[in-house]
């Protein structure tokens, strides 16, 4: 069939799947041929839920040989034994199922994309986002946003889920609880537009209040990684936004530490020193004791997060064993500070990083199962995707970007797996201020 405006709806014995062009939160249709997105309309929407993302051109095969697709059904059985197929070629939808005589049943329904629940959800969520900042996404004034990181440093110094280092302050090691489900963000550099993006999808925003999830950042939030290098604005927004997170939500959002959340002169970008030109706009702006301040944000930052589901650092593991005293106390140890925050793994044209024998020893140093999924950041295995499994052959060992212009990546738990969900980007930004001006006082009511 041609590429239907209306949700597609696939009937698999018991099991459903909708199919539907991914729709931008403003209602609208991204440029070219839009990704399609697979998902349970069954699932409790307001639970943190799994989705298939299809692009042009490429296949759906509803098969148990799928990684991660039994998180996208109650009964996966049911739907596995049908074996269907799409493929999404240009603008036609081709529908197969090999095995008819079990009954595959494919629907057009009626809603209009633009009305349907995914778009009210997410414009929910922004309006939400809206409201805990306090109105349109702009940089604080010096007063506030000194006030709000002083506020945020008070609370890192207790933070939630650290054990305290030898000198009673939260320390470099996040522990988080069974009961919480994790959210783990990759570098971001700035790019607030798909923060925005992965803040306004799924049920993030629902959990966080609730204090069933946890977000958590792995490092490198900003200094932008595409030109110009040496912009450093969308930082400070960034930052903003980030703090009034954490002291709206102080026990579900967490921030490991980077390379790039720095001053430092090593900090840079194609020869552009950012670390030191991020000190520079930041005395600019807000002064030396502001400066002072997010120096000590970044030496009161956790260097490691550890669930029963994944351990995460942003670069990756020391190049010498390690204990976890010494993730707790940290500041007294910068040499393992360094390597958490530095270290890229072993590739061509790059012989000095770490190796499969290096995860080995970092897993055996912190009695870990050999199976915990390891989470890092920091290095883009190549110039497409923004995830990558089971890197440079070592087996659960993923690294996940969520800077890239085009789409951004994370990972979340499911059924007590961490999976990785892709997100297509959008520009939110402008649309989300234009939105919050029409909702400020003395304005017309919200209007999509």
């Given at each position: 069939?041609?590429l239907?405006?209306?949700?597609?709806e696939?009937?698999?014995?018991?099991?459903?799947l909708?199919?539907?062009k991914?729709?931008?939160?403003?209602?609208?249709?991204?440029?070219?041929?839009?990704?399609?997105i697979?998902?349970?309309p069954?699932?409790?929407?307001?639970?943190?839920?799994?989705?298939?993302?299809?692009?042009?051109?490429?296949?759906?095969?509803i098969?148990?040989?799928?990684?991660?697709?039994?998180?996208?059904?109650?009964?996966?059985?049911?739907?596995?034994r049908?074996?269907?197929?799409?493929?999404?070629?240009?603008e036609?939808l081709?529908?197969?199922?090999p095995?008819?005589?079990?009954?595959t049943?494919?629907?057009?329904?009626e809603?209009?994309?633009?009305q349907?629940?995914?778009?009210?959800?997410?414009q929910q969520?922004?309006?939400?986002?809206?409201?805990?900042?306090g109105?349109?996404l702009?940089?604080?004034?010096?007063?506030?946003?000194?006030?709000?990181l002083q506020?945020?440093?008070s609370?890192?110094?207790n933070?939630?889920?650290?054990?305290?280092?030898a000198?009673?302050t939260?320390?470099?090691?996040l522990?988080?609880?069974a009961?919480?489900?994790?959210?783990?963000?990759?570098d971001?550099?700035?790019?607030i537009?798909?923060l925005l993006k992965?803040?306004?999808?799924?049920?993030?925003i629902?959990?966080?209040?609730?204090?069933?999830?946890v977000?958590?950042?792995l490092g490198?939030l900003?200094?932008?990684?595409?030109?110009?290098?040496?912009?450093m604005?969308?930082?400070?927004l960034?930052?903003?936004?980030?703090?009034?997170?954490?002291l709206?939500?102080?026990?579900?959002?967490?921030?490991l530490r980077?390379?790039?959340?720095?001053?430092?002169?090593?900090?840079?970008k194609?020869?552009?020193?950012?670390?030191?030109?991020w000190r520079k706009?930041l005395?600019?702006l807000?002064?030396?004791?502001?400066?002072?301040?997010?120096?000590?944000?970044?030496?009161?930052?956790?260097?490691?997060?550890?669930?029963?589901?994944f351990?995460?650092?942003?670069?990756?593991?020391?190049?010498?064993?390690?204990?976890?005293?010494?993730v707790?106390?940290?500041?007294?140890?910068?040499?393992?500070?360094?390597d958490?925050?530095?270290?890229?793994?072993?590739?061509?044209?790059?012989?000095?990083?770490?190796?499969?024998?290096?995860?080995?020893?970092?897993?055996?140093?912190?009695?870990l199962?050999?199976e915990?999924?390891?989470?890092?950041?920091h290095?883009p295995?190549?110039d497409?995707?923004?995830?990558w499994?089971?890197?440079?052959?070592?087996?659960?060992?993923?690294i996940?970007?969520s800077?890239?212009?085009g789409?951004?990546?994370?990972f979340?738990?499911v059924n007590?797996q961490?999976?990785?969900?892709?997100?297509?980007a959008?520009p939110?930004?402008e649309?989300?201020?234009?939105?919050a001006?029409?909702?400020s006082?003395g304005?017309?009511?919200?209007?999509?």
């Open positions: 069939m041609l239907p405006r209306r949700p597609v696939v009937e698999l014995g018991s099991e459903r909708h199919i539907q991914e729709i931008r939160c403003d209602g609208s249709v991204g440029p070219g041929l839009p990704d399609l697979v998902f349970n069954d699932l409790n929407p307001t639970q943190i839920n799994y989705s298939l993302r299809i692009k042009p051109g490429q296949s759906l095969h098969s148990h040989d799928e990684p991660n697709q039994e998180h996208l059904f109650r009964k996966p059985r049911e739907a596995f049908r074996n269907f197929y799409l493929d999404y070629e240009g036609n081709v529908f197969r199922d095995i008819s005589e079990l009954g049943f494919i629907t057009l329904l809603e209009d994309i633009e349907s629940p995914i778009v009210a959800r997410r969520a922004i309006d939400k986002i809206i409201a805990l900042y109105g349109p702009k940089t604080m004034s010096r007063h506030q946003a000194l006030d709000t506020q945020v440093n609370l890192l110094k933070d939630a889920f650290r054990p305290k280092d000198n009673g939260a320390g470099g090691l522990r988080l609880p009961h919480v489900t994790p959210v783990v963000i990759g971001l550099h700035a790019n537009d798909n992965i803040l306004s999808e799924n049920a993030f629902w959990a966080l209040e609730k204090k069933s999830a977000l958590v950042f490198d900003v200094q932008p990684d595409s030109e110009p290098y040496d912009e604005d969308s930082s400070v960034m930052m903003d936004f980030l703090f009034k997170l954490k709206h939500f102080p026990d579900g959002i967490f921030f980077g390379n790039h959340d720095s001053f430092a002169v090593e900090a840079s194609d020869l552009v020193p950012q670390g030191v030109l706009r005395e600019q807000r002064g030396t004791e502001y400066c002072e301040k997010m120096a000590h944000f970044y030496d009161l930052s956790p260097v490691i997060a550890l669930s029963e589901n351990v995460a650092c942003h670069a990756g593991p020391p190049f010498n064993r390690i204990d976890m005293s010494q707790v106390n940290i500041r007294s140890f910068p040499d393992v500070l360094h958490l925050m530095w270290n890229r793994v072993r590739r061509r044209g790059y012989p000095s990083g770490y190796t499969a024998s290096d995860v080995r020893r970092f897993r055996k140093s912190l009695n199962a050999k915990l999924p390891f989470l890092v950041g290095t295995y190549s497409t995707g923004t995830v499994c089971d890197v440079a052959g070592i087996r659960h060992h993923h996940l970007y800077a890239k212009k789409e951004s990546a994370i979340i738990r007590g961490m999976v990785p969900q892709l997100y297509a959008e939110l930004l649309w989300v201020n234009k939105r001006e029409k909702n006082p304005s017309k009511a919200i209007r999509s």
